[in-house]
């Protein structure tokens, strides 16, 4: 009988120690998760006005929240004043803001902003950083050179009320056209991708934005769409910028792969490792 008991003691014990290895094992797991996958965390970057949960392991990866009237408004006028004031595209001043969307897509905004941390990294590394449309960046000789002329949509983001604004990274929202709602989704899911990009473009092979609403109209076939009674998709995208560059007259680098780099001999040149990701 003594031995029994002492058996059940000893089974008792190891059933404890066991039980306490599988917390420590479980704790240690869960720490170690954490570190490898950020994502799961809840994430102070994404905007707190966001609709979409993005610390539920379930449900839709992007949500389409469409905004309030008054947004509408303000975007029906931005597409207004940021028209060429030499556009031909009558049907652009003309035109009518049917709807507006949000995009919200937890993977593409942490892809985008792990890539604008990176940007601001090689920016400082390189002795660079300001604000894109104001003379601010371009006091010091250090600094991101301003764009000049100013951006036509400078003052979207304290409109939106923003949040993570980073000038250092020369953030700026610029208009895209595309020329379908499909192709609008397909980027909203998957991004910009450069390997699509067609060659011979006018600034090189690359994603293009503009600050002209006429110009991403154009490329939204609004003319063709308007004698159909269809409406144009244009997206409104948050951009890091970096170190511009500004391209020549002359068309050389119209074939361009990348930007050039930087050199310290040359005004306005832009490292090549420090450019702008767009989101």
């Given at each position: ?98 709807r507006v969307f ?106 293009y934005f503009t ?69």
């Open positions: 009988a003594e031995q029994q008991s002492q058996r059940v003691q000893e089974l008792e014990s190891n059933k404890k120690r066991r039980r306490t290895e599988e917390l420590e094992a479980t704790r240690v797991l869960e720490e170690v998760d954490k570190l490898l996958s950020p994502s799961r965390q809840k994430s102070p970057s994404h905007p707190s006005y966001w609709r979409l949960d993005c610390d539920a392991e379930a449900g839709p990866p992007t949500e389409y929240p469409e905004l309030e009237p008054e947004e509408r408004a303000f975007f029906q006028e931005l597409i207004q004043k940021c028209c060429h004031k030499q556009c031909n595209l009558s049907s652009v001043r003309d035109s009518e803001v049917l949000r995009i919200e897509n937890k993977t593409r905004w942490e892809v985008y902003e792990a890539k604008k941390r990176e940007l601001v990294r090689r920016l400082r590394a390189a002795g660079g950083g300001g604000t894109v449309g104001s003379s601010a960046g371009a006091a010091a000789g250090s600094a991101i050179p301003a764009v000049e002329p100013p951006l036509e949509t400078a003052g979207v983001q304290e409109f939106l009320k923003e949040e993570r604004w980073d000038a250092d990274a020369g953030e700026a929202y610029l208009f895209h056209g595309v020329p379908s709602e499909e192709a609008a989704f397909e980027i909203a899911d998957r991004g910009f991708n450069r390997h699509f990009a067609r060659e011979g473009g006018m600034f090189g092979s690359g994603c600050d002209e609403s006429c110009k991403a109209a154009f490329y939204a076939n609004i003319q063709a769409l308007e004698q159909d009674s269809r409406a144009a998709v244009v997206l409104v995208c948050r951009v890091s910028l970096g170190h511009h560059f500004q391209v020549p007259s002359d068309g050389k680098e119209r074939d361009a792969k990348r930007p050039p780099r930087k050199c310290p001999c040359v005004k306005n040149r832009t490292n090549a490792d420090a450019c702008g990701f767009q989101y």
